[in-house]
């Protein structure tokens, strides 16, 4: 399975924030929208990608200021990225290695969406069913001892 098919699976809303925006209004969107990042972008380039696990970096670091601190001060400055035609194992190697729950998927300097580890997991389960299915309807059709085709 490809990245581009998990993005079809998924769907291809996006969430952004510029990287000048306070932490406490990233905050805010990623609850409303129930999201795990944001996608930082600056004069239509991405600049970084800020996910739960950097909130909570500045809010130990930030302390009762927090929520004041600029996105781009907290930011995942140089996240990984995929490319659409990658292939979900290779996704999914890539994500457990560097401990990266959230990849951007690009296509040159275009963001086309992010894909999540609960996204992959999801896939997997999809195509492990359609798989089985497969196997099981396959065993139940099987032909008969002594029968000539």
């Known amino acids: 399975m490809l990245v581009s098919e998990i993005l079809a699976i998924k769907g291809k809303v996006l969430y952004t924030i510029a990287p000048n925006k306070h932490l406490g209004e990233a905050v805010e969107i990623m609850t409303e929208q129930d ?36 996105v781009g001060s907290a930011m995942l400055t140089a996240p990984l990225v995929a490319a659409a ?5 290779e996704l999914r190697r890539l994500m457990v290695e560097h401990r990266q729950r959230y990849m951007p998927v690009m296509d ?8 999540s580890f609960h996204d992959v997991a999801k896939a997997v389960l999809e195509e492990q069913s359609f798989e089985n299915r497969m196997l099981k309807n396959y065993i139940r059709n099987w032909p008969e001892q002594g029968s000539e085709a």
């Open 108 to 115: 040159g300097t275009t963001l086309l969406g992010v894909v």
């Open 35 to 70: 999201v795990g990042s944001l996608v930082v972008f600056s004069h239509g380039q991405m600049t970084g990608l800020l996910t739960f696990r950097e909130v909570l970096l500045a809010l130990n670091r930030g302390g009762a200021q927090w929520a004041e601190m600029e």
């Open 85 to 89: 035609n990658m292939e979900m194992d």
